[in-house]
């Protein structure tokens, strides 16, 4: 019960800052979509690649917005489903998963996060990969852990150990300046998740090899 107990309480934690995150881009997404004044772009092409967003005024003049490269409405609306809505998505796989003892549904909810940090490769991606790692925890504590699930936790954790080899010999060798603690972040995200997967949790009576 105490396991159950601290499996919830990690996967409420891990899904704040991310559903934070979220809701603020879709209420950044929601407000350029119901604007009948911002400049959609038909298509992006190598000469306008890097065009920002733009605003009618009223008075007639068109002033640059700068919060952003043009798109199409419908790439922003794919964007606003694939990206903030799945994260929230997530945390609600993990909550129902660790409330009601299902770790295939934390799971889920890990394997969805650690996705979601592809398209944010350049901001939060340590961000997602630590949620990740933190779900993958909560469904060891939470759950009667069988085979195919330690499986699937294992995979993960392999995958994320095969990507920090990755970043660590590219990040490291031959390298003459100071890593950028974005970098670290994603290292040690990784090796978190590497960890969660593979270290014994012999707390857990429930779990099975």
């Given amino acids: 019960m105490r396991n159950r107990t601290i499996g ?24 350029r979509l119901s604007d009948p004044g911002f400049h959609w772009s038909n298509g992006v092409t190598s000469r306008d690649r890097w065009t920002h967003g733009s605003v009618i005024s009223r008075n007639g003049k068109r002033t640059v917005r700068i919060d952003g490269p043009s798109e199409s409405r419908t790439s922003a609306i794919v964007k606003l489903l694939l990206v903030p809505v799945g994260i929230i998505i997530a945390s609600l796989l993990a909550l129902y998963g660790t409330v009601k003892g299902r770790p295939a549904w934390t799971m889920s909810a890990s394997t969805l996060a ?24 909560a469904a060891r504590l939470t759950g009667s852990v069988r085979r195919g699930i330690r499986r699937w936790q294992l995979a993960l954790g392999s995958l994320a150990g095969v990507l920090l080899l990755i970043y660590t010999v590219t990040t490291f060798t031959h390298r003459s300046t100071p890593v950028p603690l974005f970098l670290w972040l994603l290292l040690s995200s990784l090796a978190f998740v590497t960890a969660a997967a593979w270290l014994p949790i012999s707390s857990n009576p429930d779990t099975a090899a």
């Fill in 114 to 137: 650690f996705l979601e940090a592809v398209p944010l490769i350049f901001s939060f991606v340590w961000l997602m990969i630590l949620t990740s790692g933190i779900y993958i925890v």
């Fill in 8 to 31: 919830i309480i990690l996967a409420v934690l891990a899904a704040i800052a991310p559903d934070v995150i979220a809701i603020w881009s879709i209420s950044q997404s929601a407000n």
